[in-house]
C-alpha cells in the first residue's frame, strides 16, 4: 500500500491569488458506516486560498495517498456560499425542517441505505466557527427543492464531495514521477 | 493460488429466524413489511429485471457478478458458512469484492433492511452490532450485552429501544431456518420470546460462532471488509424475504402469497433494479420508493443502486459453480 504525499498542482482558473487567512478553511468528513474497517473516513479540506486536501478511506485506490490539489474556482464558488449559511443552524432543526416538508406533501414513500454520517465544519483562525451533521443527504437531496434556504448546506456538502471525485489514473501516475 | 470454496448446507430444525424490512421504523411504522416492485397484494410471480447502466464507468466486467447475484437471490439457499477470508476466495488482499455489496444491495431494493443497527444515528463502532431496533421513547438507544459479552445476542438488555427484527418464536436463532415462513412462526413481539431470552439475536458473525456457526452471517448485516467474499445467502436473509413472499396475510400457503424471480436485463437503463457504477463520496447505496398496499405492507415503486467506482474492487469472473448452466 502507498504511503506517500503527493502534491498535485491543477490550476484551472486565472485567478490572482488573493492574500488571505490560511487558516480559514471547511471541513468536511464522511464516515462510510459500510466499510467495517479501521479506517472508514473520507476527509475533504477547503482552504480559502483555494488548496484542496483530501484523504481518502481504507477501500478507495488512494487509500494511503494525501492528495493536495489548487483550485481558485472552486474555492470561490464554495466560500461564496457561506453568506448564506445561518450559524444558529443544527442537526435538530434540520430535522424539524424536514420533518414538516414531508408532512405537507403527499409524495410516495423514500428510503435510501446511504447513512452515512457526513460532518461539515466550517474552521476560521484554526477553531471551529460552525459545524453539523447529518446522516440523510440522499433524502436531503430528494427534497432538495423544498428546503428552501437549507438549500446551501446540500449544495455546500455536494460542492465538497465533488472535489474529491479526482482522475484516479493521473494522480497515481504523478506519484510515480 | 486462491480457490473458490461453496458449500451448501440445508440444516433442518423446528425454528427459524428472519431479519428486518427496509422503511419499518418510527415514521411509518415498526411492523412494516416491504415487497419487491410489482406486488399488489395478489399472488404471483413477481418478475424484476436487473440491469447495469451503461453510464457506469465499467459495464462488461460486472456481468458476471450481476448474473451471480441474480441466480443467488432466486435460489434462496441457505448457506454456511457464507464468509470466505483470505485465502479461501478469489480476491485480493486489499481489494473488496463487488459482486459481495452488489448482493447485499440487491437486498436492500427488494426490501430488506439491516438485521443490525448499522448506520443509525449516533451509534458506532461495535455498538452497530445490536440488532436493528428503534431508540424508543426517550430517543436514545440503550445498550447491554448482557452475561455473554456477544452485542446482537439474544440475552442483550435494551430497555426501552423498540425490536424492528422478525424472529421465530421457538427458539430466536438467526442461522437456522425451518418453514412455515409466516406469522404463525415469527414475532416482532418481545413476550414471544424463548424463556431467558432478553432480545432477538441477528445473524451477526459473532453471534454465529457463539452458537456453532462459524464464518457465517447474514448478507444484510451491514460491515463489509477487505478480501472478503460473501456470496452466498444466510438463514436470516432467505427467512426474511420468505417472510415477505407469504403475502400481505403473513399466511404461508394462500392466494396472496408470491414468488420472486429476478433476471439479468444487460447493459441498460430503464429496468427495475438499475445499477449505476461511477464516482460518488460513499461505497454504495440501494435507494427506493414505496407505497402502502394494504395493513402494514409497502410495495416497492422504483429502484436504483449506485456503487463507488472509486473503490479499489475485485470484479469476479466466475460464474456461480452450481448455477451457471442455467439451473434455476
Known sequence: MKN?????????????????????????????????????????KSSKTGDV??????????????????????????????????????????????????????????YSSDRDLIELKLKEQGKIKWQISLNNLQELKRYYSYLGQWQVLVDLIVEMESLSLIDIDKVKKESQK | MKSLILMISLLFSASVNSGSFIFAGEANGVGIVAHPQGYTGAGGTLNISVCIDPASTVTTSLE????????????????????????????????????SVALHEVGHCIGLAHPNLGSQTGVTGANTNYTNSTDGVDNGFDFGFGGDGIRGSNDDVRDDDINLHWYNTGVNNPFIVSPPYDSSNYSMVLADLPGGHNYPANADRTV?????????????QQGTFNDEGQRNLGADDVSTLRLAMSGVDMVQGNADDY?????????????????????????????????????SNISITTASIEINSGTNWFFNNTGDLIFANGFE
Open chain 1, 53 to 110: 486536501e483530501l484523504k481518502f478511506p481504507q477501500s478507495h485506490q488512494l487509500y494511503g495517498y494525501t492528495v493536495k490539489t489548487k483550485d481558485f474556482e472552486k474555492s470561490k464558488a464554495l466560500y461564496s456560499k457561506l453568506g448564506d449559511i445561518n450559524y444558529d443552524w443544527s442537526h435538530e432543526k434540520l430535522k424539524y425542517k424536514l420533518a414538516v416538508v414531508k408532512k405537507n406533501l403527499n409524495h410516495p414513500l423514500f
Open chain 1, 4 to 44: 506517500s504525499t503527493l502534491t498535485l498542482i491543477v490550476l484551472t482558473a486565472c485567478f490572482p491569488v488573493i492574500a488571505s487567512n490560511d487558516e480559514s478553511s471547511i471541513v468536511l468528513i464522511r464516515t462510510i458506516h459500510a466499510l467495517a474497517v479501521d479506517d472508514n473516513k473520507l476527509i475533504i
Open chain 2, 259 to 295: 414468488t420472486i424471480k429476478l433476471f439479468y436485463g444487460g447493459i441498460t437503463a430503464g429496468c427495475d433494479i438499475n445499477i449505476l457504477h461511477h464516482p460518488i463520496g460513499g461505497l454504495a447505496f440501494c435507494q427506493a420508493g414505496g407505497a402502502f398496499v394494504g395493513g
Open chain 2, 64 to 99: 458476471t457478478s450481476v448474473t451471480n447475484v441474480v441466480h443467488t437471490w432466486n435460489q434462496l439457499l441457505v448457506t454456511s458458512p457464507n464468509l470466505f477470508l483470505g485465502a479461501n476466495n478469489n480476491i485480493g488482499g486489499s481489494q473488496f469484492d463487488w459482486e
Open chain 2, 208 to 220: 454465529g460462532s457463539a452458537l456453532g456457526f462459524t464464518n457465517t452471517e447474514a448478507v444484510m
